[in-house]
């Protein structure tokens, strides 16, 4: 949306590095008018995408926390949970759920995205744990997890 903000009407975009998302439609255009992010402009819609996303990332968390707590997993000091999975998906998942739920007729949701979702969520507990040995053994965290 910044690019089409800063290069429309100045041709900036038919040459150089400048690319015009929204350059195929018009104010009038159907699609953009139905399209929920013209609610208060680019401030307004990352906003409603942010706390979308964020109340999503918040509510997944909360769920995973909620399981582990009613399976009588909690971690006190250097006693693992040992639900590594619960510690890192549920917000993830929650997360995905939401963009495609609410944020629907925009990119941020768009089901060509879903391969991408797929990788994202079995990466995450792969760089979780990665990143959590690595302040281990930098001596930013006591525990490895």
Sequence with gaps: MLTHALAAGNGMYNSGPFLDPLGAYTSSS??????????????????????ILGLGCMIGDSVGS????????????EVSSKAPLLDTLPFAIFTFIFGLLFLSPAIA?????????????VMTPIIHRSFNVLGYKLGLKSVPY
């Design 66 to 77: 909620f399981f582990k707590r009613r399976r009588g997993l909690k971690r006190e000091g």
């Design 109 to 121: 949701s768009d089901t060509v995205l879903v391969k991408g979702m797929v990788i994202l969520l």
């Design 30 to 51: 159907e699609d953009i008018q139905n399209s929920w992010f013209w609610i208060g402009g680019e401030w307004g819609a990352s906003f409603i995408m942010g706390f």
